[in-house]
């Protein structure tokens, strides 16, 4: 959950970590510190708050140093305040480490260093393992990266750590298990670590991505040497980053989220060019292909996921036994993998995430893997671990998403489950070539009529500030739809505050009707297709209970509109599509809603976009 950055090279560490740490700080925003190494003494500067804040605590205190370590926090240990902020120290102020994860012994570990004699300043669990580190180094004769190799077995948890050494400015150590890290390869013995590749684009493209229970010494004399904490060693791959850094960047919007809103258009269409012809009516998945056999046979999809990702899940539910006839479960990641769950080699599990990052996805798919089943990954960053440990697998090529609350994401993920439907369809004979054309050419359309949702920006501004100030809000869907009530909802109280729940319009009377009233926003999916005179007649209900409608509908339509408060056009697009253009207006008016109540679009309050701890 957190985000850590650090330098070393020839040029003034401070600058890097700063802009790495803003970079960033999505990944957690409740404190901020860095640690900068100058002949041979430790700067340290931390305090609670962002990062802005952080910068306004170091004024003009001195920042030079060409060794250097940086950290943003979401807090696990210990609340947020000036002391639990990393970096943290060790007892003999030697050595300084940053820490994201969790330490699941550190009260173990450190009720056994406290009779010792150690002595501890912060709630954190990292402060644990900077004082286990220093306590193996002076009672044993091993230099420090074998001090560090030693300290993680006997660590149980999660971790991505850089330390730093007063004593030696050329040397920074790093290690990882569960927890994502990313070392970058300059020139002339320069080297950068981040939580992932954002802070590092900027200065190199070529990059080593470690693997759980790896160490690195990066040395600015030797050059990077690799071991497992089992003290094997690996030889470095390395890789070039495919990240731009002008996708780092607001371009002009005053939030990364609406940015990513109306980037849609073009991610979706990153996400099926070169994998769809419309031409040929064709769909080519390599990730399917090479495992067609699997697919083909396959008695039963398991799909796991969590948040945004498991409302996509949702939808490919809908979309895999509608269109290739095979039953599918979708499973909270959470709690998959605490329920000793049945699982076959005959199975197929999708795991969903946009980071590829997901402690909870990773331990269901680590779960799976064990008992043969054959694990298909859907994430969006290149490299993330959830690339790695997967059979096969699907980028989105959605880009980066920095704002917390995860809008074209969702999207991308639908667009690509799509793709996977049709083409195990296809392969199954249970779509028909007519059918399966004319879903292509669906499929081509949805940038276009994303833009034109798009284009009824105003109009769902004016109907936030009607309903900014609600204190509840309830979302209705059916069928294809449903999950998008369940985003429609968490989008507006992650990141407005308001209460808000998704169900399907029909079960609304079993319960959620009673607290129907005049002042209750209800926001109904209500476009023409299957389903539609059923949704007519659940929006009757609410409006005897003089509940205030607000319906997404299709362009044109006239029934609807009698009974509706607002309503909101989008054009007329399948039923096995309409999720990803009837989010939109949602998204928006979540963001809308949110900026109308002064509320932190990009980083909403107690949340972190990449979940990398349980």
Request: a negative charge.
């Amino acid at each position: 959950m957190c985000g850590i950055v650090a330098y070393l090279g020839d040029e003034n560490a401070y600058p890097v970590l700063i802009k790495g740490l803003k970079r960033l700080e999505y990944r957690g925003y409740d404190s901020a510190g860095v640690a900068i190494l100058k002949e041979n003494d430790i700067a340290l500067h931390k305090c609670k708050g962002k990062v802005s804040d952080l910068e306004a605590h170091i004024g003009d205190a001195s920042t030079d140093g060409t060794v250097g370590i940086g950290h943003t926090r979401w807090a696990t240990h210990g609340p947020p305040n000036d002391i639990n902020a990393h970096p943290h120290v060790s007892g003999d102020g030697e050595l300084a480490i940053i820490h994201n994860g969790i330490i699941e012994n550190y009260s173990t570990l450190k009720e056994e260093l406290i009779n010792r004699g150690h002595k501890f300043e912060s709630d954190t669990d990292t402060e644990v393992l900077a004082h286990l580190i220093e306590e193996v180094r002076s009672n044993t004769d091993v230099d420090l990266f074998e001090a560090v190799r030693i300290s993680l077995n006997e660590v149980v948890g999660a971790y991505a750590i850089v330390v730093m050494d007063r004593n030696n400015p050329n040397q920074l150590i790093a290690a990882k298990k569960s927890s994502p890290l990313v070392i970058g390869i300059g020139e002339d013995g320069t080297y950068y670590v981040g939580s992932d590749a954002t802070p590092i684009v900027e200065y190199t493209k070529n990059v080593v991505y470690l693997e759980d229970e790896e160490i690195a010494l990066m040395d600015r004399q030797t050059g990077l040497k690799i071991k497992t904490i089992q003290n094997r060693e690996k030889t470095p791959y390395i890789q070039e980053l495919e990240l731009h850094l002008e996708a780092l960047e607001k371009g002009g919007y005053d939030y990364f989220m609406l940015k990513e809103i109306y980037e849609q258009p073009r991610s979706i269409r990153d996400c099926f060019r070169g994998r769809m012809n419309l031409q040929k009516g064709m769909i080519r998945l390599s990730g399917i292909e090479n495992f067609e056999d699997k697919w083909t046979n396959a008695k039963r999809i398991l799909i796991v996921a969590c948040g945004t990702s498991w409302h996509a899940g949702l939808v490919a539910e809908y979309l895999f036994e509608d269109l290739a006839r095979i039953p599918v479960e979708v499973e909270y990641a959470s709690e998959f993998r605490y329920r000793n769950p049945i699982i076959n080699e005959d199975d197929i599990v999708i795991a969903i995430s946009q980071s590829g990052e997901t402690a909870d996805t990773l331990a269901a798919i680590k779960m799976a893997k064990k008992k043969g089943a054959h694990i298909f990954g859907v994430c969006n960053v290149v490299g993330s671990t959830i690339s790695r440990e997967t059979d096969s697998g699907c980028y989105t090529h959605a880009g980066p998403e920095i704002g917390v609350a995860s809008t074209k994401a969702f999207t991308a993920q639908v667009t690509v489950l799509t793709l996977m439907a049709l083409t195990v369809a296809q392969k199954r004979g249970t779509i028909s070539p007519e059918r399966l054309h004319r879903l292509i050419a669906e499929i081509n359309s949805l940038p276009d009529k994303i833009e034109q949702t798009l284009a009824s920006n105003d109009q769902i501004e004016f109907i936030s500030e009607i309903y900014k100030d609600a204190s509840n809000a309830l979302y209705l869907g059916r069928g294809f739809t449903f999950p998008v009530a369940l985003e429609g909802a968490l989008k507006l109280k992650e990141i407005s505050y308001i209460h808000a729940e998704g169900y399907p319009a029909a079960e609304m009377k079993h319960g959620p009707i009673a607290l129907i009233d005049e002042e209750m926003p209800v926001f109904v999916i209500a476009t023409q297709g299957q389903s539609y005179e059923k949704v007519v007649s659940n929006i009757q209900e609410v409006k005897a209970r003089k509940g205030k409608i607000i319906a997404i509908v299709t362009i044109g339509d006239t029934e609807v509109k009698k009974l509706a408060d607002h309503v909101i056009e989008i054009p007329k697009t399948d039923d096995v599509l309409v999720p990803l253009v009837s989010v939109v207006p949602l998204q928006l008016l979540s963001y809308h809603i949110a900026v109308m109540r002064g509320c932190n679009v990009d980083q909403p309050r107690n949340l972190a976009k990449s979940v990398t701890v349980e």
